[in-house]
């Protein structure tokens, strides 16, 4: 179903990409207002701040709740800036709206729901607001997309997607693993939806905020979602993400902006699919490798010979069927096992040297 969308309309300076700054949570009447004065003093343009937080686990600092929205208020009238939140129920809903909010998200938590996704279209009905609705926690494209039909459907029509990362059991380099091919999918999909990148939830980690950001705009994003903290390493939640404003606008002067990376033409899009799904494939054979490796070190110090024939034609064998099943050739997916043992030979050969 195509979405019926109108432009987000939103400010932005014409030196930097759309912006979204602010601390994680609103805090205290003066860690908002002394964050907002200095993001305003950089130019930016939209303030975010969490009034109410969904955290994994009870116990952290679940938000203030209506005591923060007035803060909210007050940014507006002393900066001009307008404000963004996330609200995940219908009461956020109304007082937001009470509180003149101009920007509503839906965190992740709350995508991956379809019957709070729809009690919140159901109450934003009428309403005439941009509403961004981040990535479901789960890598889950279609129930992304499902979550801005319901509110399309219940008449949102300034829709935009953020990007945040996905969760994963394993905790690597990053906090929510990217999967880039996601957010390029769903713009391939819906070419007309704004999509905004939060390199701030998907690293955890402040060092890793310019990179992302980087990353985002060479693959064509449309603006980005950074956490700002007047004094990040005493922020009540997420403080290894948050950057002073004062680095967040240098991060951002540092980006370099390609020429106008034309993601609506579909080729472009496609191949930077290819691109990711690449790198994936390199990642994962890098992995078999090290298995691999730990393979030969046993059966070094087990005397057994490094070719073990049987299991050598098993893999082939059921390799080729797997693949067959997904219609690619069997020769093609022989040869490419063929390469991919011989390499591993190579490797538990090494170490016998
Ligand atoms: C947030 O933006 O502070 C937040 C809670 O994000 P997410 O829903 O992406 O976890
Ligand atoms: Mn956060």
């Known amino acids: 179903m195509e979405l019926d969308l109108q432009p987000l309309n939103l400010p932005c300076s014409t030196e ?11 805090e205290t009447e003066d860690q908002v207002m002394n964050t907002a004065k200095q993001l305003a003093g950089k130019g930016f343009h939209v303030f975010r701040a969490g009034i109410w937080k969904p955290r994994t686990k009870p116990g952290g600092f679940e938000g203030n709740g209506e ?41 992740a938590r709350t995508t991956a ?19 961004f609705v981040k990535n479901p926690v789960n890598p889950d494209l279609e129930l992304w997309i499902g979550a801005l039909q319901r509110l399309n459907g219940a008449g949102i029509k300034r829709l935009g997607a953020i990007h945040r990362g ?15 091919q ?51 390493d005493k922020a009540w939640s997420d403080a290894s993400q948050q950057v002073t404003p004062d680095v967040l606008d240098y991060i951002l002067s540092m980006l370099t902006i390609r020429e106008t990376v034309d993601l609506t033409a579909s080729l472009s899009t496609l191949r930077k699919g290819i691109d990711e799904i690449d ?39 059921k390799r080729a069927a797997q ?11 022989k040869k490419i096992f063929e390469c991919i043992h011989e390499e591993s030979v190579r490797q538990q050969v090494e170490l016998l040297r």
């Open 113 to 131: 729901n379809p019957f709070a996704m729809q009690s919140l279209a159901d109450a934003l009905k009428g309403v005439d607001l941009p509403v």
């Open 279 to 317: 790198n994936e494939l390199i990642d994962l054979l890098a992995k078999r490798m090290g298995i691999s490796r730990e393979i030969g070190a046993y059966k070094r110090d087990n005397g057994m010979t490094i070719v073990q024939t049987k299991r050598y034609s098993e893999i082939l064998d």
């Open 182 to 232: 996601i957010p390029i999918e769903l713009h391939r999909r819906l070419p007309n939806l704004p999509v905004v990148n939060d390199p701030s939830h998907i690293s955890g980690r402040r060092d890793l905020i310019a990179p992302l950001c980087q990353q985002a705009m060479d693959l064509g994003m449309d603006g980005l979602m950074v956490e700002s903290h007047c004094d990040p």
């Open 16 to 26: 930097r990409p759309f912006i979204i700054a602010g601390p994680c949570s609103a």
């Open 67 to 107: 005591k923060a929205l007035p803060w909210m208020q007050m940014v507006k009238q002393e900066t001009g800036m307008l404000t963004a939140t996330e609200v995940a129920t219908p009461e956020h809903v109304e007082l937001a709206l009470k509180y003149g909010i101009d920007i509503l998200w839906i965190g």
């Open 166 to 180: 996905f969760t994963s059991y394993e905790k690597k380099l990053y906090r929510n693993v990217p999967m880039w």
């Open 323 to 333: 693949g067959v099943l997904k219609g690619i050739d069997a020769e093609c997916i």
